[in-house]
């Protein structure tokens, strides 16, 4: 910040002309395109993951980029490099377009292993409850809860997932429905978690990146199960796919730890990286993963958190109205998967 009394017309003119000279450069394709390279390879936490090489990354595009004509000229190879890193919280943000990664994009779609006609025609029906985020309803005569929470967007809390158990006192487990739910507030997850048994178990040690190399982090810290008063202690079976992104991947690896939740479907999108914004000499802004979450045994499910039983949907119970998803978990609740 420039000092008040070195404001004379003189230094006026000459930070003026500074300015000029530096607005150029950093307004360049090349400072914009640099800047980015050297932003993502000092600071992002999944390389080691996503096997990237970024310095060959550097090679393809850069000269597309410092070639660069135009403002949407520029945006594509910047963007185009950091789609390679298939990350879901990697975006390059501009005032006429936000870049995606096509691998996620496909996988969350192209691999949904969820129909919304048929949950909401049989399973919910017309006269299911809402309670803050959740959708609910009784299945098999009672005896178990179905509830669908589609976002982590959505409010919820341990005593809105109290009252809904208390409405089914005769239950004997409850469905948790997750799939295609793409994220949202991290806090949701420990309003969930303290409606189950916790222990103070172990559920994730995590690492913030801490300087420029691909390995450079701070030590680990120990995340625990937060304590519970009056847990639902019947079981409970968590549905995913690969529409189950970001805070719904955390949630699903914190239920690993947890002896009474089943996770049913098929693995998770990933996304479990914390991400941080920066904006470019351009002004546009680039988001990427800065944080790296390991499981209690050491491994890094970046990529995806697998289910404990593989259950893909079946397009010929979808076309009767059946999900065979829910219909497996609703006999693992009952006793009936054998």
């Given at each position: 910040m420039r000092r008040l009394l070195l404001l004379t017309p003189i230094i006026l003119v000459l930070s003026s002309c500074e300015k000029l000279l530096v607005d150029e450069e950093y307004f360049s394709p090349a400072a914009s395109f640099d800047y980015l390279w050297h932003t993502i390879d000092e600071e992002y936490a999944l390389f080691d993951v996503k096997g990237i090489d970024w310095d060959s990354a550097r090679r393809v595009y850069a000269p597309r980029a410092y070639s660069s004509q135009s403002l949407v000229d520029l945006f594509a190879p910047m963007a185009d490099m950091l789609n390679l890193l298939d990350d879901g919280h990697v975006n390059l943000i501009a005032p006429f377009d936000i870049s995606r990664s096509e691998e996620v994009f496909l996988q969350t779609y192209g691999q949904s292993n969820f129909d919304l006609n048929t949950v909401s025609l049989n399973y919910l029906g017309p006269d299911y409850h809402t309670t803050g985020g959740l959708a609910y309803n009784a299945l098999r005569d009672g005896k178990v809860i179905y509830v669908r929470y589609s976002s982590f967007s959505n409010s919820v809390s341990t005593e809105a997932l109290k009252l809904v158990a208390a409405r089914?006192?005769?239950?004997?487990?409850?469905?948790?429905?997750?799939?295609?739910?793409?994220?949202?507030?991290?806090?949701?997850?420990?309003?969930?978690?303290?409606?189950?048994?916790?222990?103070?178990?172990?559920?994730?040690?995590?690492?913030?990146?801490?300087?420029?190399?691909?390995?450079?982090?701070?030590?680990?810290?120990?995340?625990?199960?937060?304590?519970?008063?009056?847990?639902?202690?019947?079981?409970?079976?968590?549905?995913?796919?690969?529409?189950?992104?970001?805070a719904t991947s955390m949630f699903a690896l914190c239920c690993r730890s947890y002896p009474t939740v089943t996770t049913v479907g098929d693995t998770t999108g990933g996304g479990l990286g914390l991400p941080k914004g920066r904006q470019l000499p351009n002004g546009w802004y680039v988001r990427y993963s800065v944080s790296r979450i390991l499981s209690p045994e050491?491994?890094?499910?970046?990529?995806?958190?697998?289910?404990?039983?593989?259950?893909?949907?079946?397009?010929?119970?979808?076309?009767?109205?059946?999900?065979?998803?829910?219909?497996?978990?609703?006999?693992?609740?009952?006793?009936?998967?054998?």
């Open positions: 089914y006192p005769h239950a004997e487990g409850m469905v948790l429905d997750m799939r295609q739910n793409g994220g949202g507030s991290i806090s949701n997850i420990w309003e969930i978690l303290s409606f189950l048994p916790g222990n103070n178990q172990l559920l994730y040690r995590t690492q913030i990146k801490s300087g420029p190399a691909h390995d450079a982090f701070a030590p680990p810290e120990e995340v625990r199960a937060p304590a519970s008063e009056q847990p639902y202690v019947e079981p409970v079976v968590l549905l995913t796919d690969r529409g189950s992104y970001s050491g491994k890094n499910f970046e990529n995806g958190v697998p289910p404990d039983v593989v259950v893909t949907l079946d397009p010929m119970a979808v076309a009767s109205g059946v999900d065979n998803v829910i219909e497996h978990a609703c006999d693992i609740i009952q006793g009936l998967d054998n």
